[in-house]
């Protein structure tokens, strides 16, 4: 079983407004793709505007230990014919 957690972009689900900016810039930390591990995280998302005062949020993000990614056996090798060469030999 393994904790860790691969950061996802949450920005989208965030929103932001500004009486100066139609669509201030969001950031988020920790960033995408960052390796987290069992716990709890908190996850900032900021806002900045055109002229760069800034607004945020914090969520927590509960990192819970699950299962480990699934194991695939594929077939062995074996000769094959699509079945239409095979009615024609």
Known sequence: MTGNYSMEDFTGLASA????TASPAKTQSPTVATILGIGNQTVTIAATDDVSLTGDCTFTLTVQAGCAAPTVTC?????WQPMALVRAL
Request: glycine residues 0%.
């Open 75 to 79: 077939p062995a090798a074996r000769p």
């Open 17 to 20: 407004s500004d009486n100066c």
